[in-house]
C-alpha cells in the first residue's frame, strides 16, 4: 500500500510539473540585438507557441521547433535541430541562445487616445 501511495504522488509530482512547464507566453514579434547571423542587427525574428511547442523563425529566415528543456522547463528551451537551448527571460521579453545571439521582444506601438472636445454654448 505505501509502494501504491509513493507511486501515485511521484506521477502526480510530474504531471504538475509538466503543466506549470511553461509561465509566459513567448509569442510575438522580436529583434535580433547581438550576435546576429550575417550581420543582420535589427532584423525581425518571430515566436510562436502552441502550448509546449515553441516555433521560432531566425533573422536569416531559417525555421525551427523547440520545447521546453527538461532540466529547466520554467526558463530554457531546447531546439533540437541544432542540438541548442536558449534561455528566455520570466517576463518573455529577452531570448539568449547559447551560440551568444539574443532576441529582443518588439512592443507595438502605443496609441495614445484624447478625450473628445466638447464646446459649451453660452
Do not use: H
Not at 527571460?89 to 518588439?106: A, K, L, Y
Amino acid at each position: 500500500m505505501k509502494l501504491m501511495s509513493l507511486a501515485l504522488g511521484l506521477a502526480a509530482a510530474c504531471v504538475a510539473t509538466a503543466a506549470s512547464a511553461q509561465t509566459v507566453n513567448l509569442t510575438g514579434t522580436y529583434r535580433c540585438i547581438q550576435m546576429c547571423r550575417d550581420g543582420a542587427i535589427g532584423a525581425p525574428t518571430f515566436v510562436t507557441q502552441n502550448g509546449d511547442a515553441v516555433n521560432f523563425t531566425t533573422e536569416t529566415g531559417e525555421s525551427f521547433r523547440a520545447w521546453p528543456d527538461w532540466n529547466a522547463p520554467a526558463s530554457r528551451l531546447w531546439i533540437e535541430a541544432k542540438s541548442e537551448s536558449a534561455v528566455y527571460s520570466p517576463d518573455g521579453m529577452r531570448i539568449q541562445f547559447d551560440d551568444g545571439r539574443v532576441w529582443q521582444r518588439e512592443l507595438p506601438p502605443v496609441v495614445v487616445g484624447r478625450a473628445p472636445v466638447v464646446y459649451y454654448g453660452r
